[in-house]
């Protein structure tokens, strides 16, 4: 059971239900069981909110997608969490550790920032043999565990020249086998495939499922990316002008968006037929051609039905095509992606 | 009987007496008439002509005689240096350390001889002499300043290629930096392309 | 891709903030200095302008030109002028240049203290100046006038640079804490060395002129240079030359300490 706390403006403790707002089924929260909990945290740049009143919780092994267009407030928030700049107000714990004391926090983080810079005379390896010093680790001990990780990103062939030599793809790993130098409970990926080919995209992706599954950590990850989320993420909180607009699983956020219309091909002479079917069909609000061509058919469910009706409307639809005796061509969907919820719920929040 | 008048050369006559009396007894010199003293001295130098290297230390001597009867005030030698191209400034200081040589005074008939160090320092065509001054003004006779006979100095660069013993250095501290620090980059270098890539041996025991 | 132990709470407990976590700051630092090209770089081209410097001191000397003692207060004030000079754009560049790299944000996101990151940086900075002078203790050796000319200017030459070197670079590293802007950080840091040495250019005489002088650190550096060089004054002799230095060096690391404290991604203090 996840506690998801939504405000607007103000703090509050208890779950709101807000018209925009999609929540998680609830099973029951255990707040004992989170690594990271965050309570009304805002950030404010003089007269600017970047981040207004961000509340949720993470349990180990979760990634938790953080999405929002450009300006949302991701990285302000990543920035917030990971110590780099203290919150205006609210509060959060990570592994226990109240957000007061942020050296103890940054020995249990680990973070790829969005604009991550690297010192490119130096080598990979000497790199992460540093953060490992710095990180408490004794010489010997740095040395194998910049070996380690290397070998764990795919750069230990590269690990002994200097980073200046690496592509985009590279130091993206590179920062990622830094993040990973101290195994820290709660990794903050900022954008990780920013600027990486597909095929490098997928590696990260794979890498980062790794990092949560076998080493148990929480992570979060900040992206433009929706097929990203959808495919490695657990849960998604969309951040809009600051705010927290929508959080849930994936899947609850998809249905936020759930298909509302449906696109059907028949053949023309079945035109005049499908038609009425449609009209019959429980839940259909509205049918049209399509740009006037017999044989093209959309047919709009009514909202409150859908939400009734679990949200999936293919059935009436194809139900009344068959008992109509009206042959389907083609059935498409629309709606009920990711992308579209998203669109949705941001274009929403800027009206 | 009519008074008699003084002409006009009569007074002019009479004032010039006055005048003349009053000069003498102040010890001013009399209009028109030679400083005894300084026609008296004669300046003579050692040297006409020489050629040097710069950096070349020579030396001459100049010789102050009193050929008058009365014996001299005290003297100030001094050695002047002119470039004879004109176009290059000369500093005392730097061709010698004697500027100035105080002379004692010179009884009449006899001679006092002044040694002088020089050491050219820039190359070129250049005339030395020495002038002879009273020590101050309460002493001096009127007249024209003596002094000796030019000497001409032609100076020729001289390249040192270690003026002071400092070549060594200036070699040497460069050269070992520089070949220290490529040594230094080729070892740093070197123990990088050493590092091998290692498995993940120690990666769970962390 | 590696299968991976799961870690554990002892595993994790392993991770911590160092103990002399400055010592880790100032032994990387002052490997990209002296590893890199920028310092060995500086030493050499210092190396040839001494070169350049003694070699022509050295013949004006045997022209009798210039003076032995005049001769090695040049090369002992040279090397004062360029190691604070270095000094202080290094320390301008340590903070404000990792800034514009991007690199700041990884090293503020480790355990290590505010105050150890910058004392480590301060520390590879500093070590410029006593490089440049072992450097140019050969050279002084070249034109001394006796092994007590040599001591003396040494030890006058290290002790004034010392101080001015920590004074500067402290400075250095405050405006580069406070400036977002590497560039803005340097000029306004030469800026301010400028104005200071300036007045070593012009005849300070007078009473004002020689307040000035004591005042000012840099003159007063100077001047204590030049008076046991040139002057054969004792150290001790002109004790009270160095009090400006001492006072600029200790309000600059005062300073830089606040300063420390509030180090940020951003620049400025308390944002």
């Given at each position: 059971?996840?506690?998801?706390?939504?405000?607007?403006?103000?703090?509050?403790?208890?779950?709101?239900?807000?018209?925009?707002?999609?929540?998680?089924?609830?099973?029951?929260?255990?707040?004992?069981?989170?690594?990271?909990?965050?309570?009304?945290?805002?950030?404010?740049?003089?007269?600017?909110?970047?981040?207004?009143?961000?509340?949720?919780?993470?349990?180990?092994?979760?990634?938790?997608?953080?999405?929002?267009?450009?300006?949302?407030?991701?990285?302000?928030?990543?920035r917030v969490l990971s110590t780099i700049l203290p919150p205006?107000?609210?509060?959060f714990t990570l592994g226990?550790i109240p957000h007061t004391k942020p050296g103890a926090i940054r020995q249990q983080i680990g973070v790829?920032p969005?604009?991550?810079?690297?010192p490119?005379?130096?080598?990979?390896?000497?790199?992460?043999r540093y953060h490992a010093r710095l990180f408490g680790r004794p010489a010997?001990?740095a040395?194998?565990?910049?070996?380690?990780?290397?070998?764990?990103?795919?750069?230990?062939?590269?690990?002994?020249?200097?980073?200046?030599?690496?592509?985009?793809?590279?130091?993206?790993?590179?920062?990622?086998?830094r993040a990973?130098i101290n195994?820290p409970?709660v990794?903050f990926?900022?954008?990780?495939?920013?600027?990486?080919?597909?095929?490098?995209?997928?590696?990260?992706?794979?890498?980062?499922?790794?990092?949560?599954?076998?080493?148990?950590?929480?992570?979060?990850?900040?992206?433009?990316?929706?097929?990203?989320?959808?495919?490695?993420?657990?849960?998604?909180?969309?951040?809009?002008?600051?705010?927290?607009?929508?959080?849930?699983?994936?899947?609850?956020?998809?249905?936020?968006?759930?298909?509302?219309?449906?696109?059907?091909?028949?053949?023309?002479?079945?035109?005049?037929?499908?038609?009425?079917?449609?009209?019959?069909?429980?839940?259909?609000?509205?049918?049209?051609?399509?740009?006037?061509?017999?044989?093209?058919?959309?047919?709009?469910?009514?909202?409150?039905?859908?939400?009734?009706?679990?949200?999936?409307?293919?059935?009436?639809?194809?139900?009344?095509?068959?008992?109509?005796?009206?042959?389907?061509?083609?059935?498409?969907?629309?709606?009920?992606?990711?992308?579209?919820?998203?669109?949705?719920?941001?274009?929403?929040?800027?009206? | 009987?009519?008074?008699?008048?003084?002409?006009?050369?009569?007074?002019?006559?009479?004032?010039?007496?006055?005048?003349?009396?009053?000069?003498?007894?102040?010890?001013?010199?009399?209009?028109?008439?030679?400083?005894?003293?300084?026609?008296?001295?004669?300046?003579?130098?050692?040297?006409?002509?020489?050629?040097?290297?710069?950096?070349?230390?020579?030396?001459?001597?100049?010789?102050?005689?009193?050929?008058?009867?009365?014996?001299?005030?005290?003297?100030?030698?001094?050695?002047?240096?002119?470039?004879?191209?004109?176009?290059?400034?000369?500093?005392?200081?730097?061709?010698?350390?004697?500027?100035?040589?105080?002379?004692?005074?010179?009884?009449?008939?006899?001679?006092?001889?002044?040694?002088?160090?020089?050491?050219?320092?820039?190359?070129?065509?250049?005339?030395?002499?020495?002038?002879?001054?009273?020590?101050?003004?309460?002493?001096?006779?009127?007249?024209?300043?003596?002094?000796?006979?030019?000497?001409?100095?032609?100076?020729?660069?001289?390249?040192?290629?270690?003026?002071?013993?400092?070549?060594?250095?200036?070699?040497?501290?460069?050269?070992?930096?520089?070949?220290?620090?490529?040594?230094?980059?080729?070892?740093?270098?070197?123990?990088?392309?050493?590092?091998?890539?290692?498995?993940?041996?120690?990666?769970?025991?962390? | 891709?590696?299968?991976?132990?799961?870690?554990?709470?002892?595993?994790r407990s392993a991770a911590k903030a160092p103990t002399h976590g400055w010592l880790v700051v100032a032994v990387q630092e002052l490997?990209d200095?002296?590893?890199?090209?920028?310092?060995?770089?500086?030493?050499?081209?210092?190396?040839?302008?001494?070169?350049?410097?003694?070699?022509?001191?050295?013949?004006?000397?045997?022209?009798?030109?210039?003076?032995?003692?005049?001769?090695?207060?040049?090369?002992?004030?040279?090397?004062?002028?360029?190691?604070?000079?270095?000094?202080?754009?290094?320390g301008?560049?340590t903070v404000s240049g990792e800034r514009?790299?991007?690199t700041l944000e990884s090293l503020l996101l480790t355990p290590v203290p505010r105050r150890q990151i910058a004392l480590g940086k301060l520390l590879a900075v500093v070590?410029?100046?006593?490089?440049?002078?072992?450097?140019?203790?050969?050279?002084?050796?070249?034109?001394?006038?006796?092994?007590?000319?040599?001591?003396?200017?040494?030890?006058?030459?290290?002790?004034?640079?010392?101080?001015?070197?920590a004074?500067?670079a402290s400075?250095g590293v405050i405006?580069s804490i406070l400036?977002?802007?590497?560039?803005?950080?340097?000029?306004?840091?030469?800026?301010?060395?400028?104005?200071?040495?300036?007045?070593?250019?012009?005849?300070?005489?007078?009473?004002?002129?020689?307040?000035?002088?004591?005042?000012?650190?840099?003159?007063?550096?100077?001047?204590?240079?030049?008076?046991?060089?040139?002057?054969?004054?004792?150290?001790?002799?002109?004790?009270?030359?160095?009090?400006?230095?001492?006072?600029?060096?200790?309000?600059a690391l005062a300073v830089a300490f606040v300063a420390a404290g509030r180090l940020r991604l951003q620049g400025g203090i308390g944002r």
């Amino acid at each position: 059971m996840l506690a998801v706390y939504a405000g607007i403006g103000k703090m509050e403790l208890n779950p709101v239900r807000d018209p925009t707002h999609v929540t998680a089924d609830a099973a029951g929260s255990d707040p004992a069981g989170a690594v990271l909990a965050v309570d009304g945290i805002s950030k404010s740049f003089g007269p600017l909110m970047a981040v207004r009143d961000l509340s949720f919780e993470a349990r180990s092994g979760e990634i938790i997608g953080l999405l929002g267009p450009n300006g949302a407030g991701k990285t302000t928030a990543i920035r917030v969490l990971s110590t780099i700049l203290p919150p205006t107000r609210g509060r959060f714990t990570l592994g226990g550790i109240p957000h007061t004391k942020p050296g103890a926090i940054r020995q249990q983080i680990g973070v790829l920032p969005e604009s991550a810079g690297y010192p490119l005379h130096q080598t990979g390896a000497e790199f992460l043999r540093y953060h490992a010093r710095l990180f408490g680790r004794p010489a010997r001990s740095a040395r194998e565990i910049a070996a380690s990780l290397l070998a764990e990103v795919g750069l230990a062939e590269r690990g002994s020249l200097p980073i200046a030599t690496y592509s985009r793809g590279m130091r993206q790993r590179l920062g990622v086998a830094r993040a990973l130098i101290n195994t820290p409970s709660v990794i903050f990926l900022d954008e990780p495939t920013l600027g990486l080919d597909p095929a490098g995209q997928r590696q990260m992706l794979a890498l980062i499922r790794d990092v949560a599954g076998q080493r148990g950590a929480t992570v979060i990850l900040s992206t433009h990316f929706l097929d990203e989320v959808e495919e490695v993420c657990s849960r998604v909180i969309i951040l809009n002008r600051g705010e927290v607009i929508a959080e849930g699983s994936v899947a609850d956020i998809k249905r936020r968006a759930a298909p509302r219309t449906v696109r059907v091909h028949v053949p023309p002479e079945m035109h005049d037929e499908a038609l009425s079917a449609l009209k019959r069909a429980d839940g259909v609000a509205n049918v049209d051609s399509i740009n006037g061509e017999r044989g093209w058919l959309i047919a709009t469910f009514d909202s409150a039905w859908l939400d009734e009706h679990g949200g999936v409307p293919i059935n009436s639809a194809i139900r009344a095509l068959a008992d109509a005796g009206v042959l389907i061509l083609s059935f498409e969907l629309e709606g009920g992606r990711l992308s579209d919820a998203f669109l949705s719920l941001t274009e929403g929040g800027q009206q | 009987m009519r008074p008699t008048r003084l002409g006009p050369a009569a007074i002019a006559a009479a004032l010039s007496i006055v005048l003349l009396v009053a000069m003498v007894s102040s010890g001013a010199p009399a209009f028109g008439q030679e400083n005894a003293a300084a026609s008296d001295l004669r300046v003579s130098v050692s040297k006409s002509e020489v050629s040097a290297l710069t950096g070349d230390t020579f030396t001459f001597t100049s010789e102050i005689t009193n050929t008058g009867s009365e014996v001299t005030p005290p003297l100030i030698a001094n050695l002047d240096f002119v470039a004879l191209d004109q176009s290059t400034y000369i500093d005392p200081e730097d061709w010698s350390p004697q500027r100035t040589l105080v002379v004692d005074p010179i009884a009449a008939g006899s001679s006092a001889t002044q040694s002088w160090t020089v050491k050219p320092v820039l190359n070129g065509d250049v005339a030395a002499y020495v002038v002879v001054l009273p020590t101050s003004p309460a002493l001096a006779t009127a007249g024209p300043l003596v002094s000796s006979p030019a000497i001409y100095l032609h100076v020729e660069e001289h390249r040192a290629l270690n003026p002071g013993g400092v070549l060594p250095v200036v070699l040497a501290v460069p050269g070992v930096l520089a070949g220290a620090f490529v040594i230094l980059r080729v070892n740093h270098g070197r123990g990088h392309r050493k590092e091998p890539p290692r498995g993940p041996t120690g990666l769970t025991s962390y | 891709m590696t299968s991976l132990a799961r870690s554990d709470s002892r595993l994790r407990s392993a991770a911590k903030a160092p103990t002399h976590g400055w010592l880790v700051v100032a032994v990387q630092e002052l490997s990209d200095i002296w590893l890199s090209w920028r310092g060995p770089i500086i030493v050499f081209a210092f190396s040839l302008l001494l070169s350049l410097l003694t070699y022509l001191a050295a013949t004006n000397k045997e022209l009798n030109i210039i003076d032995q003692r005049d001769t090695v207060n040049l090369v002992v004030q040279v090397t004062l002028g360029i190691g604070v000079a270095v000094s202080l754009l290094f320390g301008a560049d340590t903070v404000s240049g990792e800034r514009e790299r991007e690199t700041l944000e990884s090293l503020l996101l480790t355990p290590v203290p505010r105050r150890q990151i910058a004392l480590g940086k301060l520390l590879a900075v500093v070590s410029v100046w006593p490089v440049l002078m072992l450097v140019a203790v050969p050279y002084v050796w070249a034109l001394r006038a006796g092994a007590i000319l040599f001591t003396d200017a040494v030890v006058a030459g290290f002790v004034v640079g010392s101080l001015l070197t920590a004074a500067f670079a402290s400075l250095g590293v405050i405006v580069s804490i406070l400036s977002n802007s590497n560039r803005l950080s340097l000029a306004a840091s030469f800026f301010v060395f400028v104005v200071l040495l300036a007045p070593t250019r012009i005849p300070l005489t007078g009473w004002f002129g020689d307040h000035i002088a004591r005042i000012n650190p840099v003159t007063a550096g100077s001047r204590f240079v030049d008076r046991v060089i040139v002057a054969n004054h004792s150290l001790g002799q002109e004790w009270t030359l160095l009090i400006a230095p001492v006072v600029a060096a200790v309000i600059a690391l005062a300073v830089a300490f606040v300063a420390a404290g509030r180090l940020r991604l951003q620049g400025g203090i308390g944002r």
